[in-house]
């Protein structure tokens, strides 16, 4: 079977036209869009066959990149953040005002803003695909509602096809998923 390669420019464009990708994260295999794309938001819900009540995580390379999808931090909110990035750890946290209600499902506690869930990643072939790609991506997890999560760039192409462009990758063997915190209240809602 041959490896399936990427051009950044190309793959860029895929994304923002609502195109779905395949690729690797720390613990398993991850689908990802363009965090801005309403297509490719429904896309990926429709493939994934996911209720859009859980919402989705946003990753990148760097904290810069995930600045347009959150509320204003507070310094100590800021550095609560970069205490953990970049990293496994995922923070729910105030939203944009402008961020497509599809990312953020029904995070939100009655009187509070409505909530997004946000990290800067380590795994070095998630990094790179953001660096390259310069761009935030949408990550969840490469595998239907209710079934096991995939691991490997086989597997994905098997299940997937030609619905996701598939980048290969390397997971790191028996890793957990991310964590996940409330920034505001510091709540551990997965570990």
């Known amino acids: 079977m041959q490896k399936p390669t990427y051009v950044p420019r190309a793959l860029r464009t895929y994304l923002r036209q ?6 690797a994260t720390r613990a398993v295999f991850g689908l990802g869009c363009d965090p801005s794309s309403v297509r490719g938001l ?6 994934k066959r996911r209720p859009v009540h859980k919402g ?4 990148a390379d760097r904290a810069e990149r995930l600045a347009r999808f959150h509320a204003p931090l507070a310094p ?9 990035w970049p990293g496994s750890h995922t ?6 005002p402008r961020v497509p209600l599809l990312l953020l499902g029904r995070n939100r506690q009655p009187g509070q803003a409505r909530r997004i869930a946000l990290r800067v990643d380590a795994h070095p072939d998630a990094v790179n695909l953001c660096r390259r790609l310069k761009m935030a991506l949408v990550s969840t997890s490469a595998n239907r509602a209710g079934r096991r999560p995939i691991h490997t760039t086989r597997e994905c192409l098997r ?7 598939v980048i290969p990758g390397r997971v790191v063997p ?3 998923p991310s964590t ?7 709540r551990v809602l997965r570990t």
């Open 159 to 165: 299940q997937f096809g030609k619905r996701v462009r």
């Open 18 to 23: 609502g195109g779905v990708i395949a690729y």
């Open 91 to 96: 923070w729910l946290m105030p939203s944009a």
């Open 76 to 84: 100590a909110q800021k550095a609560r953040c970069e205490s953990r």
């Open 180 to 186: 996940i915190s409330d920034l505001l209240t510091e």
């Open 174 to 176: 028996h890793c957990r």
């Open 56 to 59: 989705m995580i946003v990753i």
């Open 42 to 47: 429904r896309r990926l819900l429709a493939i």
